[in-house]
């Protein structure tokens, strides 16, 4: 069992920078394969950026390329998500998921075992 608590969201303008983290509880971190993914008002949720057990694998959404930055901290059970040049349309609330690692770093929203609570990110224009 994993349980994950996400924190850093809050409402920035069009260009800036914000930080996510999102904390595990588990001695078993390091075995875990770590995502996160966002959700628009009306919109389904969406794919992010994962990142593998040890940290050297990443695979990111399109979209997220070259703005996101994944990255995990297993001494300290943390994953986060560095977003720069943030836009409106980045405006969601942002997920951490988690599940067992299977070899496999690209997985959809349903094959991720735990989630947090989500932490709201507002882009303003």
């Known amino acids: 069992q994993v349980q994950l608590v996400e924190s850093g969201g809050g409402a920035v303008q069009a260009g800036g920078p914000l930080r996510l983290s999102c904390a595990a509880s588990g001695r078993t971190f390091s075995t875990y394969l770590m995502g996160w993914f966002r959700q628009a008002p009306g919109k389904e949720r969406e794919f992010v950026a994962a990142?593998?057990?040890?940290?050297?694998?990443?695979y990111y959404a399109d979209s997220m390329k070259g703005r996101f930055t994944i990255s995990r901290d297993n001494a300290k059970n943390t994953v986060s998500l560095q977003m720069n040049s943030l836009k409106p349309e980045d405006t969601a609330v942002y997920y951490c998921?988690?599940?067992?690692?299977?070899?496999?770093?690209?997985?959809?929203?349903?094959?991720?075992?735990?989630w947090g609570q989500g932490t709201q990110v507002t882009v303003s224009s």
């Open positions: 990142v593998s057990p040890n940290g050297g694998f990443t």
């Open positions: 998921a988690a599940r067992l690692w299977s070899g496999v770093l690209k997985l959809t929203t349903d094959e991720y075992a735990y």
